[in-house]
């Protein structure tokens, strides 16, 4: 019970943070994608560029091997991207977006089911690469 009520907090908190900073305003987000307000974008870089250090620092520590790149990470990659920009939020944003009252949020939720459901097998009859496992 103590795990779920921290979590609610710290995700009560998130969901403050991303509205007060407008990160789930559409207006905010199209203007980093289309590089007429960038403070987002640097953001983002920033945030990218500590996440880099943070895991070179982690892998050198451990001395772990490096891995080759997923040959499904370029295109997931631009996927996500693609879907952010049109419809102007990453899959947790709609849920922040539904506390705001904003309810066209309902369909970006819509699509990230239906997305999640037909991953798997248009995955098994399309791509047929090794998805890895959080085991290995």
């Known amino acids: 019970m103590k795990t779920t009520l921290v979590l ?3 995700g009560l908190l998130l969901g403050f943070s991303l509205s007060r900073i407008g990160f789930t305003d559409y207006g905010e987000l199209h203007g980093m994608f289309i590089f007429a307000d960038l403070r987002m ?3 983002f870089a ?4 500590l996440c880099m250090l943070g895991f070179l620092l982690i892998d050198r520590r451990l001395f772990r091997p490096t891995r080759r790149v ?3 990470v370029v295109p997931g990659g631009i996927l996500f991207g693609a879907g952010w920009a049109l419809c102007g939020a990453c899959p947790v944003v709609p849920l922040v977006q539904l506390g705001e009252g904003k309810l066209a949020a309902l ?3 819509l699509g990230v089911a ?5 991953y798997r097998p248009l995955h ?6 090794d998805t890895g496992t959080c085991d290995s």
């Open 107 to 109: 369909f970006t939720l």
């Open 46 to 49: 920033g945030a990218m560029g």
């Open 41 to 43: 974008l640097w953001v």
């Open 70 to 72: 997923h040959p499904g």
């Open 114 to 118: 239906v997305g999640t459901l037909l």
């Open 124 to 129: 098994a009859r399309i791509f047929r690469w």
């Open 8 to 10: 609610g907090a710290g």
